[in-house]
């Protein structure tokens, strides 16, 4: 049933209807509150508003089954309602039936002998509790899906900052195994241009030593050998020697004022490992050792002490333990 037809059978002027209307968002529990709030008394309710006021007064003239206009809030005597024949619905006065009209454009209206029964204080009272209970139930309603619609979105946003989360965290571990590789290509690159330079060092001092046994040879008339300018021309022409793969190191380890200590270690064994084990011979902590190498010239300090002996390229080496 329409809102309006509600309180109109509640016995609410269809003046203060509207205006309770125009005055809230036009639902029936903001309605029904603010005609509570805004009581009218009984010479009011039946006379509607004064002229003075602001409230809309409907000037469309209804016609009866007799082709009479019938003036608003009148009925005849004969007449005990109003029906409208567009639809069939029963109006107890001719302010209810114009209310009608205006809204739903209906504009044929009769009379009729049935009589709507008028609605004791008692009825009316009862009346208003069921709708206020309702709405209070509808409002109850809608505040428990908004909860529950709240709900579940906060669980939505939880499982998205998770997924997110995870998929952040995975990135930075493929990113750091990247980079680790990165970091040991370097390494092993470095490792292969100082072996490199090694090789081409040692086949130019072995060419200069044969130069020079050979001139000698030459000044004393002693037949001379061109195998080693051979080799040495086999050795800088071509490419590096392939690296011969240790798995353990003897590395002689010079102590300031201290005799060397020779031994040999698995390439795997950390530079702390290594002090560690000198310790009693050095009286050096690993934490402050410093390990030097002549040739090529190379400092292994603490933040180097977690390397292995192949990846600081430690390999049957002579080195130089001192205090940092």
């Known amino acids: 049933m329409d809102i309006r037809n509600q309180l109109v059978d509640m016995g609410f002027p269809t003046a203060r209807i509207e205006a309770a209307m125009r005055n809230t968002d036009g639902s029936l529990e903001q309605a029904v509150g603010w005609l509570g709030e805004h009581p009218l008394d009984s ?6 508003p004064p002229p003075d006021t602001d409230e809309e007064i409907s000037t469309e003239v209804l016609i009866g089954s007799d082709g009479e206009p019938i003036e608003p809030g009148e009925v005849s005597a004969e007449a005990g309602s109003l ?10 006065n001719a302010a209810a039936a114009e209310m009608h009209a205006t809204r739903s454009g209906h504009t044929n209206f009769a009379e009729s002998v049935e009589k709507i029964p008028e609605l004791s204080p008692e009825q009316k009272a009862a009346k208003l509790e069921e709708l206020r209970l309702r709405a209070a139930e509808r409002k109850a ?11 579940n979105n906060e669980i939505l946003r939880r499982k998205a900052d998770k997924e997110s989360a995870a998929l952040i965290e995975k990135q930075k571990q493929i990113q750091a195994k990247k980079d680790a590789e990165a970091r ?29 046994e050979r001139e000698k040879a030459a000044r004393q008339g002693l037949p001379t050998s061109s195998t080693p300018a051979v080799a040495v021309a086999s050795a800088t022409t071509s490419g590096p020697r392939e690296k011969k793969e240790y798995t353990e190191s003897r590395l002689q380890i010079r102590i300031d004022g201290k005799p060397a200590v020779v031994q040999s270690f698995p ?25 030097m190498t002549t040739f090529p010239t190379k400092r292994y300090s603490a933040e180097d002490m977690g390397m292995t ?16």
């Open 43 to 48: 010479a009011i309710a039946k006379t509607g």
């Open 141 to 151: 309603l809608a505040a428990k899906a908004e909860a529950l619609e709240s709900k």
């Open 83 to 92: 029906v409208c024949q567009d639809c069939s619905k029963r109006f107890r």
């Open 309 to 324: 002996l192949k990846e600081a390229n430690l390999i049957n080496v002579a080195v130089m333990l001192r205090q940092s």
């Open 184 to 212: 040991r290509r370097e390494q092993r690159e470095d490792v292969l241009a100082k072996q490199r330079i090694k090789d081409l060092i040692a086949a130019d001092r072995k060419a200069r030593q044969d130069k020079l």
């Open 267 to 291: 390439v795997e064994t950390t530079l702390f490992e290594v002090a560690h084990s000198v310790l009693s011979q050095s009286g050096i902590e690993p934490a402050n050792a410093v390990f």
